[in-house]
């Protein structure tokens, strides 16, 4: 920290982390250091494994692919560093650091929140107008579904981080967190951050208000469907679908759309390594272990190697 006309301005972050036992510290860093590997293997393989295999070349897949690099951008943006001040004991981060990884990751979640309801729709299309679903799903539709995604997630990134460092920091230092989540920086300001809660309560809120009810509006006409015809095809690729939207859309709720006051910084932890580390490394497998064309994929990959060799 730096002293200016009998005032400290604050340069970095001291990150708290989980706890400050060592040998706790120690145990975390060889729990978490497997899960962040298996994220960065199962994200990257599986949006590999949808660009490499042709069968694999349609809309579902594709957004799936998207998913893929969302989760693995919002876990590489917060595990790296969680992971090397497990190891280290202490960690710190300076302040442009940490607004680059609040707008990494505000970005990557809003934007998985959009591609989210996009999958509903596919989904929607795919099981209720099946013999439409070539005109209904175009490549082009496809990619500006993406692309909308992408703008909305850094539209917000770029809102919540921008503001959030417009504010002083002339007080502590001490982050009471593993990463620059908006609450935990907010609460440090020493100026007012109504209009920072009011953004992340408007900003959060609509998106996550209008995906999820349209993944719910998708799913409900769906189910509609399904009950009146009897076909339940298609309907493995929903439930991996939902379980994906239940745990994600549960945790992000709990901890953005709260009252001001409500934080509590053990709880809130244990929620963010939900989001951050544990549904991104989830995801690959649950989409993979309930799908039977990626299995096939998977397959054909590995047979075809062990041919060559």
């Given at each position: 920290?730096?002293?200016?006309?009998?005032?400290?301005?604050?340069?970095e972050?001291?990150?708290?982390?989980?706890?400050?036992?060592?040998?706790?510290?120690?145990?975390?860093?060889?729990?978490?250091?497997?899960?962040?590997?298996?994220?960065?293997?199962?994200?990257?393989?599986?949006?590999i494994?949808?660009?490499?295999?042709?069968?694999?070349?349609?809309?579902?897949?594709?957004?799936?692919?998207?998913?893929?690099?969302?989760?693995?951008?919002?876990?590489?943006?917060?595990?790296?560093?969680?992971?090397?001040?497990?190891?280290?004991?202490?960690?710190?981060?300076?302040?442009p650091?940490?607004?680059?990884?609040?707008?990494s990751?505000?970005?990557?979640?809003?934007?998985?929140?959009?591609?989210?309801?996009?999958?509903a729709?596919?989904?929607?299309v795919a099981?209720?107008?099946?013999?439409?679903?070539?005109?209904?799903?175009?490549?082009?539709?496809?990619?500006?579904?993406?692309?909308?995604?992408?703008?909305v997630?850094?539209?917000?990134?770029?809102?919540?981080?921008?503001m959030?460092?417009?504010?002083?920091?002339?007080?502590?230092?001490?982050?009471?967190?593993?990463?620059?989540?908006?609450?935990?920086?907010?609460?440090?300001?020493?100026?007012?951050?109504?209009?920072?809660?009011?953004l992340?309560?408007?900003?959060?809120?609509?998106?996550?208000?209008?995906?999820?009810?349209?993944?719910?509006?998708s799913?409900?006409?769906?189910?509609?469907?399904?009950?009146?015809?009897?076909?339940?095809?298609?309907?493995?690729?929903?439930?991996?679908?939902?379980?994906?939207?239940?745990v994600?859309y549960?945790?992000?709720i709990?901890?953005?759309l709260?009252?001001?006051?409500?934080?509590?910084?053990?709880?809130?932890?244990?929620t963010s390594?939900?989001?951050?580390?544990?549904?991104p490394?989830?995801?690959?497998?649950?989409?993979?272990?309930?799908?039977?064309?990626?299995?096939?994929a998977?397959?054909?990959?590995?047979?075809?190697?062990?041919?060559?060799?």
């Amino acid at each position: 920290m730096a002293l200016h006309h009998n005032t400290t301005k604050v340069t970095e972050f001291i990150l708290l982390g989980f706890t400050s036992q060592r040998n706790l510290q120690l145990l975390l860093f060889s729990f978490f250091l497997p899960i962040y590997f298996l994220s960065v293997a199962g994200n990257l393989g599986l949006a590999i494994l949808i660009r490499a295999d042709r069968a694999l070349h349609t809309p579902m897949y594709y957004f799936l692919s998207h998913l893929a690099l969302m989760d693995l951008c919002s876990c590489c943006t917060v595990a790296p560093k969680m992971l090397l001040g497990l190891l280290k004991g202490y960690d710190s981060i300076p302040i442009p650091a940490c607004a680059l990884q609040m707008f990494s990751f505000a970005a990557a979640s809003d934007a998985e929140c959009c591609l989210l309801a996009a999958m509903a729709y596919d989904r929607y299309v795919a099981i209720c107008r099946p013999l439409h679903y070539g005109t209904a799903m175009p490549q082009r539709l496809c990619c500006l579904l993406v692309a909308a995604s992408y703008v909305v997630g850094m539209a917000s990134g770029v809102i919540h981080s921008s503001m959030a460092f417009r504010l002083p920091f002339c007080r502590a230092n001490t982050l009471d967190h593993f990463f620059c989540d908006i609450p935990p920086v907010l609460v440090l300001a020493c100026a007012d951050t109504h209009i920072n809660q009011f953004l992340l309560f408007v900003v959060c809120g609509t998106i996550q208000s209008i995906t999820l009810m349209a993944i719910i509006s998708s799913y409900g006409i769906i189910l509609w469907t399904v009950g009146r015809t009897g076909s339940f095809r298609g309907m493995s690729t929903c439930g991996s679908h939902l379980t994906v939207v239940g745990v994600l859309y549960g945790t992000l709720i709990f901890m953005y759309l709260r009252p001001d006051g409500t934080y509590a910084p053990q709880t809130d932890k244990m929620t963010s390594v939900f989001y951050t580390v544990v549904i991104p490394t989830l995801n690959p497998a649950i989409y993979s272990l309930r799908n039977s064309e990626v299995k096939q994929a998977v397959k054909k990959r590995f047979s075809s190697g062990r041919h060559q060799v």
